[in-house]
């Protein structure tokens, strides 16, 4: 709802846009760019241009900047970075593009549309129509964690790809006949009974000799290479433990508290669960049969049931059903006057007799209530020490590696037991590892393996940032690759041999299977005799699954299969399946007005999204043409390569 219950979740749902800056625009309006393949081509320029669309260049830095604000409160695994950076860079250079065809064209977002989408974000930051700048600043900088000036250009690139959208997508429609087709195909059902070989459970059953496995290792040789490994001895800056030696004293945080005391007011605010009955274009006698059903789980709500379980059973608000119709914090002026009045008057834990909104009748529960006040600094102390400790810990662990750093830079051949003793440091050591191996108890990471595998004999690396702190490594051994004999490789050929020998099994099998139930053998009493389990799952749709086998997909040939044929063994993740099909269900005529308007949103969404996909795809093909984009391949590969 607009100024409503449901603004709510509107404001948090643009909040965790704005946070996450551009990653979730790709995500939440090109979410099939990630399955295009990026733009290519070559173009002679700076080194550190990623690319220049129309005259203006996209660098490393500006990617980096984006992605470091992206990934801003967000634990993004490492090895997640280089696809999170080639999705930004993606998205730039379409941004761009976009900016360049929109010039062309004459699009523009003006200044009056910025102001009143600014106003439906940030409602607070406004007076009537009067606009509160300082307010706004502080409000943006606290929410979104970003300047005003960022905000805004984001903002703006959000607007103007929704003109291009709505531009690209006006003129999409979806026809009856397609409902029909595609209601049709949701809708079929098929039962099928079946039966799943599955090599890996046969495996454990094929027993070898050893000179089965001689003959097997002899002829396979070449697989079985022993890459080169290396041991380690390294000191550690554990950054748990220096956490836990750091302290944050009460004037840092008192200065802090003063510094940021706008991010500690509190507007008047109540805490409320409700149950939603919509009543949005009923008629007038549905109306009274649905305040009938709201007075009778009213009755329930008063009568002591649980207040949680009747609105997960009865509300129609999506939003809040699943929590227990809770709504979490509303602040006054958020809602529709009707709601507000007993969320800001009844007493805390009462219900409320029903409420009548334009959105339907409310039974609200009042859980708590705050008047606008500024939160005082005991009270938010344990929110703000984490912050000034991390601040702190990280000032000192980078303090300390430079330090390392700096002792290293005078000589790379000096004791690492002394370097240890000098700045604290854990000492330890790694088992011999190659390079796709965990390095020991510092786990695994391109940065890691590439010094370990870089570093001579007697040498120290420089200090590598690692999840566990700072790191100083010196090699230790050094396995050279070789041709492995079988009984350094023993189990590695022996679960080879198995996996091999249970596929054969497993396909010699199925058509055992099938030879037996084509010659008259009930379906059943087959697969018993070659000790296999029948299933009968439930009659799935097209767009359903199947236990045990996935989505409906992998077995879609049924549909089109009659009662009682047998399917050829087909390969599903390495498993062999026979099924047979038992039965057809038809669709239900009546049921396609009850689902025509969802088939014909989903459908119109599809096709507009393929249209601006397309229209994506056109746009950067045509700019290429024109020389008016060009890309350096290079210089993407070192930014997703180094994020």
């Known amino acids: 709802m607009l100024k409503s219950i449901q603004q709510r979740d509107l404001d948090r749902n643009r909040w965790i846009k704005i946070t996450m800056g551009i990653i979730l625009v790709i995500i939440s309006v090109t979410m099939v760019l990630t399955m295009i393949p990026g733009p290519v081509g070559t173009m002679n320029t700076k080194a550190d241009t990623v690319a220049n669309v129309g005259g203006q260049d996209i660098s490393i830095t500006d990617v980096q900047r984006q992605l470091t604000q992206a990934m801003r409160g967000n634990a993004i695994p490492e090895i997640m970075r280089g696809i999170y950076a080639k999705q930004i860079v993606d998205q730039m250079i379409f941004q761009r593009a976009l900016d360049y065809e929109a010039q062309r064209l004459g699009i523009r977002v003006t200044p009056e549309e910025q102001r009143d989408r600014i106003k439906q974000i940030l409602p607070t930051a406004f007076a009537g129509d009067s606009w509160l700048k300082d307010r706004y600043a502080t409000e943006v900088q606290t929410r979104a964690g970003m300047s005003v000036e960022d905000f805004e250009t984001f903002l703006r690139n959000e607007m103007l790809l929704e003109k291009f959208h709505q531009l690209v997508t006006d003129g999409i429609s979806v ?19 079946y039966a799943l070989i599955k090599p890996a459970e046969l495996a454990s059953a094929i027993r070898p000799t050893e000179a089965d496995l001689s003959v097997y290792f002899t002829k ?20 748990a433990k220096l956490r836990d030696r750091t302290t944050v004293p009460d004037d840092a945080l008192r200065a802090y508290y003063n510094a940021h005391i706008d991010q500690f007011k509190v507007e008047n605010r109540a805490h409320v669960e409700h149950i939603l009955f919509k009543t949005i274009g009923k008629t007038d ?4 049969e649905i305040r009938q059903k709201a007075e009778d789980v009213l009755k329930k709500a008063k009568g002591g049931a649980n207040f949680e379980d009747l609105a997960k059973k009865y509300s129609e ?8 119709g809770d709504l979490g914090w509303i602040i006054e002026g958020q809602t529709v006057p009707e709601f507000q009045k007993v969320a800001f008057s009844e007493p805390k834990g009462t219900i409320s007799d029903l409420v009548k909104t334009q959105y339907g009748f409310h039974i609200i529960k009042v859980l708590d209530r705050e008047t606008a006040h500024t939160k005082t600094l005991e009270e938010v102390r344990n929110d703000i020490t984490p912050i000034l400790l991390d601040e702190r810990l990280n000032a000192r662990a980078n303090d300390i590696s430079a330090q390392m750093a700096a002792a290293i830079r005078q000589s790379n051949r000096q004791s690492l037991d002394d370097l240890a003793k000098k700045f604290n440091l854990e000492l330890g050591q790694t088992p011999p590892a190659s390079i796709t191996e965990p390095v020991g108890a510092l786990g695994s990471s391109q940065d890691l393996h590439q010094v370990v595998f870089q570093l001579r004999p007697g040498e120290l690396s420089a200090p590598l940032q690692l999840p ?5 490594i010196s090699l230790q051994d050094v396995l050279p690759a070789h041709q492995g004999t079988l009984a350094e490789v023993h189990d590695k050929v022996l679960a080879d041999y198995q996996q091999d020998k249970s596929l054969e ?10 030879k037996r139930v084509q010659s008259g053998e009930d379906f059943d009493k087959a697969a018993k005799a070659l000790d296999f389990t029948v299933k009968t799952p439930e009659p799935f749709s097209r767009t359903g699954t199947v236990p045990d086998l996935g989505t409906a997909k992998q077995v879609s040939a049924a549909f089109g299969m009659p009662v009682g044929q047998l399917s050829a063994p087909t390969q599903i993740a390495g498993n062999w399946l026979i099924y047979k099909v038992v039965g057809h ?3 239900i005529p009546e049921d396609l007005a009850k689902q025509s308007d969802q088939i014909r949103q989903e459908l119109l969404a599809s096709k507009q999204q393929a249209a601006f996909d397309a229209f994506r795809i056109a746009l950067e093909d045509r700019l290429k043409a024109e020389g008016k984009l060009a890309i350096n391949a290079e210089a993407i590969k070192r930014v997703t390569r180094s994020s």
């Not at 608000?317 to 227990?324: A, Q, R, Y």
């Open 175 to 193: 026809t009856p006949d397609e409902v029909q087709q595609d209601f049709r195909r949701r809708n079929e059902k098929v039962r099928i009974e």
């Open 220 to 239: 396979n040789a070449a697989k079985y290479q022993v890459p080169e490994k290396r041991s380690t001895r390294y000191a550690l800056l554990d950054l």
């Open 285 to 288: 006698a549905e109306i009274a």
């Open 317 to 324: 608000d999506d939003g809040t059903k699943v929590k227990g």
């Open 468 to 472: 566990q702190g700072f790191v100083i």
């Open 505 to 514: 099994l497993a396909r010699a099998k199925a058509d055992d299977f099938v």
């Open 585 to 587: 269900e038809a669709v």
